[in-house]
């Protein structure tokens, strides 16, 4: 079993559509976080939920919704897609606040054509 | 500003060619300093947590050091299959987000 899945794991798309990528953890984690890499490999935190609840909200356009309908899931909704969301997006969990740190998932390669 | 900088960018080593990966940071309070591994195509795998200066960890070719400035990823007589992204994050005390270097690219040849 995957301890952290994502879907899809590629997405291309064209300019101004909307579209979303869903994440599930099966670790029993309360946190969950979505990442972003850019094309140099840097990994930048964007959002992350603590039991369902927002604890970081980092300087993220707000065409990016994050939605955690439980802990088990944290989904991420981006609307009027422009060309520098390309990126891989990786969603990743942990047990107690990152301290312990993270399992991340496979990541999703969007692309915006 | 909490900031973290791995060098080199990218190393090359020969089979068996031991060598060191830095990371050097600054942070508001150390909470803990993560070393991952990034194959291509793949999310970051965890190796270690470091939480005081002096600790040292260890797994198979690795041993990840830690000082109150810098960390350093020990690869000792490394393989082929060690080829990777090696990524540094830190974690301040206030919040749990993980701030990342951009990653060290090893490519070791048999």
């Known amino acids: 079993d995957t301890a952290v899945s994502q879907t899809p794991k590629y997405l291309v798309t064209q300019m101004g559509n909307d579209k979303s990528i869903k994440c599930e953890q099966n670790?029993?984690?309360?946190?969950m976080y979505w990442y972003k890499q850019d094309s140099k490999k840097f990994l930048k935190i964007m959002f992350s939920y603590n039991n369902k609840e927002l604890i970081i909200n980092e300087t993220v356009p707000n065409r990016f919704s994050p939605k955690s309908p439980d802990k088990a899931h944290l989904n991420l909704h981006i609307n009027s897609l422009e060309l520098g969301d390309s990126a891989v997006y990786f969603c990743a969990s942990s047990p107690d606040r990152g301290h312990y740190g993270y399992t991340f998932g496979s990541g999703t390669r969007l692309t915006v054509v | 500003e909490d900031q973290v900088t791995q060098s080199p960018e990218a190393l090359r080593l020969q089979e068996g060619e031991s060598s060191s990966l830095n990371c050097s940071y600054t942070v508001s309070g150390l909470r803990g300093l993560f070393w991952y591994r990034q194959d291509p195509g793949k999310g970051p795998e965890f190796l270690f947590t470091l939480y005081s200066a002096g600790e040292e960890k260890e797994k198979e070719r690795l041993k990840a050091t830690l000082t109150k400035k810098e960390s350093f990823l020990h690869i000792t007589a490394p393989k082929p299959e060690d080829s990777a992204t090696y990524l540094c994050a830190v974690q301040a005390n206030q919040g749990g987000k993980l701030i990342f270097g951009q990653g060290t690219e090893l490519s070791v040849k048999p």
């Open positions: 670790l029993g984690h309360d946190t």
